[in-house]
Every structure is written in C-alpha cells, then in structure tokens.
C-alpha cells in the first residue's frame, strides 16, 4: 500500500527539482519499475536559490507521477542520510549526466556512505536524449521566452511561463522585461 514499506526495498530518489525535467521523469520511471517503493524527496541544496518554493516543487512532482502507483512524493530538510533512514530506505537514487556529474556525484557518494554505511548510492544513467538537460537550463530558456516543448511535462511549461509572465513577484521576475503569448 502507498506509504506503507510493506517488505518492499524502498528508494530516496532526492533533488532539487525546480523544476522537475523530462530528464527527472525518465530517472523516476525506471527506478520505478527496479524498486517496489520510490519516494522522489525535494531537498534543499545550499549552492541554488530556487526559482520554485519547496509546495510548488512538491506539487509539481505529484501531478506528473500521478500514473506511478509506488512513487510517494515527499519532502525534506537535514541530512539526507538521515531523512532515507527515518524512512526506511536502503537505497538513494541519483542520475547521473554525463563526466561532469560524476565528481560531484562521488562525493556526495562518499560523504553520505561515511555518515550511513547502511544506505547506499546507486547511479543510473540519464537516457542520451536527455544528456544535455538540467533545471538551469530549462529556467534559462523559459526565462528567454525559448521553447522547452518535449522536455519538461505540460505542467511544468505552463508553470514556468506563469512564474516568468509579467507582474509576478520572484526575484527572477521581477529583474526582467515582460514576456508575452506563447513561445
Ligand atoms: O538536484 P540537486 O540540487 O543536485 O540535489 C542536491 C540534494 C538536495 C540531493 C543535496 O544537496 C542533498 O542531499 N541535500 C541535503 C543535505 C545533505 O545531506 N547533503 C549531503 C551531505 S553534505
């Protein structure tokens, strides 16, 4: 039953996800179809200033995983070791990219396996249509008015014009020029 590990392998898929990107979808797809619970965990990275609050992120992410009946959507602040334990999860799933992603990856690896050996990091990789895709460079384009149809859903395109149109109030907004219509 959702919310309940119910003797299945439970997996922390974390991120920021602002916004979440087809590039994210295809990480939570699969991992879906590996592990018998996935709770995609909204956290906060100390390097970014989101452009999405934490409720926005979260009901972003619901709205597209409404078809994943073992994805719960969640979440969290602290450690993330910590948050993956108080929820049962063994495993944390990160994507990973491209070499670039990789030293990053290795230390957040490496960090979180020192503060839980229990818990541990399994990669797997984006899918090559998918390689060259971050949430930056979606809020780039979307910020420049540019097309990002077939890679973030509907939901997140329509979100992301609403934030960038004219007379919003985030700090991204309000540094720039109206946008009009449609890309
Ligand atoms: O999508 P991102 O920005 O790469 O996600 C990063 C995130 C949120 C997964 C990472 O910053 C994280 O795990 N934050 C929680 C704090 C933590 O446990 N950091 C690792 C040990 S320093």
Sequence with gaps: MKGENDGKTTAVYPGS??????????IIRR????????IVAVGANAAKTPLFSVAE??????????DLPNVEIDHFDGLLVDYA?????????????????????LQMASINHRLDDRIETFFMMTSPKYSFLSSSIIREV??????????????????????????????????????????
Excluded: C, M, W
């Design 17 to 26: 996800f602002d916004p979440v990107t087809n590039g994210h979808l295809d």
């Design 31 to 38: 991992a879906a179809n590996v592990f018998g619970r996935l």
């Design 57 to 66: 992120r979260v009901e972003l992410l619901r709205s597209v995983t409404r």
């Design 85 to 105: 334990r108080s929820k049962g999860a063994k495993v944390i799933i990160k994507g990973l990219r491209a070499v670039s992603d990789f030293e990053y990856e």
């Design 142 to 183: 979307a910020r420049l008015n540019g097309s990002i149809a077939g890679l973030v859903p509907e939901e997140v395109e329509t979100a992301l014009r609403a934030k960038f149109s004219a007379g919003g109030s985030s700090p991204e907004r309000s540094r720039l020029p109206s946008q009009s219509g449609p890309r």
